[in-house]
């Protein structure tokens, strides 16, 4: 069955300083792969997807995730953290061939010391 | 260009209850899909609607039940509530076989 890990559960991190959100992924065919943010109380916004070519895929707000098939994960990074990307970030793998559901993982809670 | 639009943003009802929640989807999508996000959780899948049926469903009981009209709006309905459907009910839009779908900012659902 397909599954996304997120292992962290909460990051800190201080204002400009570099990120990495790990996202393991568990899916028998090429992924379709995506990582969302979440602000308190608000929807989903897309910060990026992958669905095949080059795998360092850029995203809104000066994100980036990069694939790697053989360790099976989609990390999400950020060069320099802004107070401003506190929220939880979820990774979601999406099934191509039958157009459907999302499954997503359980989060990762980030918060920016000033 | 108007993005998903979800109402009521909030609603309590009390167990056993029935409710209905609203979704528009994107200007130019036609694919509808519906999460229910708990506390804490990540969103996981209820149903997905495409012309007008029902194209594929999550693990969840018959209670959920949901409908897409000729303008591609849904609608969500729960049937008997239980204090474990308190949750953040997410919809989804998609374009056909496009993959990505964009969220709504979600109804806030509290069953006392």
């Known amino acids: 069955a397909q599954s996304v890990t997120q292992p962290d559960i909460h990051i800190t991190v201080s204002e400009g300083a570099s990120l990495e959100l790990r996202c393991n992924y568990s899916?028998?065919?090429?992924?379709?792969l995506f990582w969302y943010v979440q602000s308190p109380g608000q929807g989903l916004q897309l910060l990026l997807k992958?669905?095949?070519?080059?795998?360092l895929v850029q995203g809104i707000k000066g994100f980036e995730a990069e694939f790697k098939r053989s360790q099976s994960s989609f990390n999400l990074r950020k060069p320099s953290v802004h107070w401003s990307d506190a929220a939880e970030y979820f990774c979601?793998?999406?099934?191509?061939?039958?157009?459907?559901?999302?499954?997503f993982g359980k989060g990762t809670k980030l918060s920016v010391k000033p | 260009d108007a993005g998903v639009t979800q109402s009521p943003t909030h609603l309590i009802k009390t167990r056993g209850q029935q409710v209905t929640l609203r979704c528009s989807p994107k200007?130019?999508?036609?694919?509808v899909s519906w999460y229910q996000q708990a506390l804490g959780q990540g969103p996981q899948f209820i149903f997905q609607?495409?012309?007008?049926?029902?194209?594929q469903r999550g693990n969840f009981p018959d209670r959920f039940s949901g409908h897409q009209f000729p303008n591609y709006s849904s609608e969500l309905n729960v049937n008997a509530l239980l204090l474990g459907d308190s949750a953040l009910y997410l919809c989804?839009?998609?374009?056909?076989?496009?993959?990505?779908?964009?969220f709504g900012p979600g109804t806030r659902l509290l069953v006392l």
């Open positions: 989804a839009s998609s374009q056909g076989s496009e993959e990505t779908q964009y």
């Open positions: 899916y028998g065919a090429t992924p379709y």
């Open positions: 992958y669905f095949s070519g080059d795998t």
């Open positions: 979601a793998v999406g099934d191509g061939g039958s157009q459907g559901n999302l499954i």
């Open positions: 200007s130019g999508h036609d694919t």
């Open positions: 609607y495409y012309e007008e049926e029902e194209r």
